[in-house]
């Protein structure tokens, strides 16, 4: 049941649904997307990584945000675990923040605060807020609903699969569409262009490096640009595991107040 | 009596031995942060002193260390965390306050241990605690320092066992703390003895209980999720953290007396948001029919909330939180004519908001508290700034008011105050 998933999930590109299929070399629209989906969100079976991410304003002003993750999945291509605890910066260091990903409902999210041995629960309706302060929002975090958005086949190359996403709500979302582009060989998404209701370009989501870690195909540097204000955060991700056999337990409240050490080394 | 208090010190210093003898060679790194507040009081009473009511200094330092060969199988780690203070609201005078020094480790897999000095939280409540009868620095609270000090650290040892059928938390308390209470050297309250408001006229005599065992605290909770939803069972055998209850009326004793708590909560999605329920029954051990008019009476307390996230990083809370004398009539049949009395129900709503702009380094929140059985209410704005992921400026201000002077908010009505925070973590 537990299957493979990857560790770009971490941060990567949307997921894409499948409610409109075209062909491409015997496979559908949907098949592609479901496909990209699985390789950027759900390699391995379990995954962690340290990551650090530098944000810069549009003054250029830098915030650095250091963190290790542990993911788990609850289904290939379903739900997930996220468990994240924080190092930097200094106000927020040993928080811990929990994600109980879900399909079509809003997710469970906590934050513990260790200062006032807190477990706080947190409303999560808006997926599109920042994440962290950063240029990513939650959803490019813990992956973007299968089925809110129909997909197109516009155009393909040698390479690429370019895939035309448009939401069929859009009540909660600040974009009119977007594009993403698919690699061919491995069908990792590799870049994502927003656009608003002006058709005009306001952010790109873009894998700066991948590399092949334990067979899966992940993404290791990433970044997201606010085409409106300038500013910008690069994403990298360290000691990339997968399939190491995490406990379904660190993804409890236990954990929270007492991090999984073998995992977590608090500096 | 001697051997007693020899255990207890022995018991609180437990994780120094640990962390003298484990230490080696390799330090461990330390952060922490320094701040400076500064609170501008409005109005006048008879505190120390009239035109601020928080002015100090604070440097805090922790350091967490995991011994190499102590324990180490069973994940065991040693933590520390202490403020230095120079508090010129007392003309400079420094003080160092522990916050925690604790050794942790995990026996075996279903079970953690806690010991040492540690802050201990748990319910469902903003800013309102029904089952947590844990020690609150109240005086932190309205004076305007960081939520964090809201918390006071209790000398104890929590077990936690996780079973398969729910997780239990079982704390003992061999050291007494009670919540930090306006005294009328910094913050003016509603003194009976002094029939009204007071400052440094305040003489009372606050008893604690002697250290021995049968004044051991006791705190269980019992919790478990059903899918998204968590639920919890709680029981608190101690005392009142707030010295209700009159020892020896003519020389201005009070004490804290003795209750149980037994109580309930839920926590889950509602409404697209997030609801929680919590209830409690406070048993006032010492006066269980409610006749002694020199002790609390017994409790029942309930609260009711909801968090909701607006989008574009914009969130509300509502609490609505009950209370109500359980012996009233018995109360009300045996007070004297000159003995304030309160009412048999008290009705608290609570109002919480709060917005991030500029990439989130910018927080604005209201919080309000009001009561319209009390005619009080309290008014908490907040405004911050992350001017650097090191550096945090914070502007806030305490508001409570209410028409009357004995009332929970009402009587701390002559401390309004405006504070600055600048604060440097590292």
């Known amino acids: 049941m537990l299957k493979k998933f990857c560790l770009s999930w971490v941060f990567s ?255 | 009596m001697k051997k007693a208090v020899f255990f207890i010190v022995g018991f609180c210093f437990f994780p120094v031995y640990v962390f ?137 040892v929590r077990f936690s066992f996780f079973p398969k059928f729910a997780s239990i938390d079982f704390v003992i308390i061999p050291v007494f703390e009670p919540d930090t209470l306006p005294k009328g050297d910094r913050l003016s309250f509603f003194d009976p003895f002094q029939r009204g408001i007071a400052g440094t006229n305040s003489d009372r005599d606050l008893l604690e209980r002697p250290h021995q065992a049968s004044n051991n605290e006791y705190a269980l909770r019992i919790y478990r999720n059903f899918g998204s939803n968590e639920a919890a069972l709680y029981y608190f055998h101690g005392f009142d953290k707030n010295p209700c209850s009159y020892k020896d009326e003519l020389n201005r004793q009070l004490y804290y007396e003795r209750v149980d708590v037994y109580g309930a909560s839920i926590r889950g999605p509602f409404c697209s948001g997030i609801g929680n329920i919590e209830v409690g029954y406070v048993n006032s051990r010492e006066d269980p029919d409610g006749k002694n008019r020199l002790i609390a009476n017994s409790m029942f307390k309930a609260l009711a909330g909801y968090t909701k996230d607006l989008g574009n990083d914009l969130k509300v809370g509502f609490q609505y939180y009950y209370e109500q004398k359980l012996d009233y009539d018995n109360y009300r049949d045996n007070l004297l004519p000159t003995d304030y009395f309160w009412d048999e129900y008290r009705h608290l709503v609570t109002n919480r908001i709060t917005k991030l702009f500029k990439n989130q380094t910018v927080l604005v929140s209201l919080f309000t508290f009001y009561s319209p059985s009390d005619k009080d209410g309290y008014f908490r704005p907040m405004v911050s700034y992350d001017v650097t992921d090191q550096l945090k400026l914070t502007l806030g201000a305490n508001v409570p008011w209410g028409e009357d002077y004995i009332t929970e908010f009402g009587q701390m009505k002559r401390n309004k105050n405006v504070y600055v925070r600048i604060r440097y973590s590292f």
Do not use: C
């Open chain 2, 20 to 156: 003298a003898f484990s230490i080696g060679k390799d330090l461990p790194a330390i952060h922490g942060f320094w701040e400076t507040d500064y609170g501008y009081k409005i109005g006048h009473d008879t505190t120390k002193r009239d035109d601020y009511n928080l002015m100090e200094q604070r440097l805090q330092l922790k350091a967490r260390y995991y011994p190499k060969e102590f324990l180490a199988d069973w994940n065991s780690e040693f933590f520390f965390r202490g403020d230095w203070t120079v508090d010129e609201y007392f003309s400079g005078k420094t003080d160092f306050d522990l916050r925690e020094m604790y050794f942790s480790f995990t026996p075996n897999s279903l079970m953690d241990v806690k010991l040492g000095r540690q802050i201990l939280t748990w319910g469902t409540g903003d800013y309102l605690f029904i089952n947590d009868m844990f020690p609150k620095d109240y005086v932190s609270f309205f004076a305007g320092r960081d939520d964090e000090y809201l918390k006071q650290p209790s000398d104890a």
């Open chain 1, 13 to 267: 590109f949307v997921l894409l649904g499948v409610s409109f299929s075209g062909y491409s070399a015997g496979l559908t629209v949907s098949q592609i997307v479901d496909k990209a989906n699985k390789v950027a969100y759900y390699a391995g079976q379990d995954g962690m990584a340290d990551v650090h991410m530098v944000i810069t304003d549009s003054q250029g002003r830098k915030r650095e945000r250091e963190f290790t993750i542990l993911r788990k999945d609850v289904q290939d291509g379903g739900e997930q675990k996220f468990y994240v605890y924080f190092y930097k910066p200094e106000d927020v260091r040993d928080m811990v923040y929990m994600v109980w990903k879900h399909l079509g409902r809003d997710d469970d999210r906590w934050l513990y605060l260790p200062a006032l041995d807190l477990v706080r629960r947190i409303a999560a309706s808006d997926k599109r807020s920042s994440f962290v302060g950063s240029h990513f929002v939650y959803e490019d975090v813990s992956g973007r609903g299968i089925d809110e958005d129909t997909h197109e086949l516009v155009s393909q190359d040698d390479k690429y699969y370019k895939i035309k996403n448009v939401p069929k709500s859009k009540k909660y979302v600040e974009f009119a569409y977007y594009y993403i582009w698919i690699r061919k060989d491995n069908f990792m998404p590799v870049k994502a262009e927003y656009y608003d209701s002006q058709g005009k370009k306001y952010r790109v989501i873009e894998a700066l490096k991948v590399e092949n870690i334990q067979g899966y195909p992940t993404i290791t540097e990433m970044k997201a640009s606010d085409l409106n204000t300038g500013g910008n955060t690069v994403i990298t991700y360290n000691k990339i595991q997968y399939d190491i056999n995490l406990d379904d337990n660190i993804f409890t409240e236990r954990f929270l107040r007492k991090p999984p050490l073998k995992w977590i080394k608090r500096k």
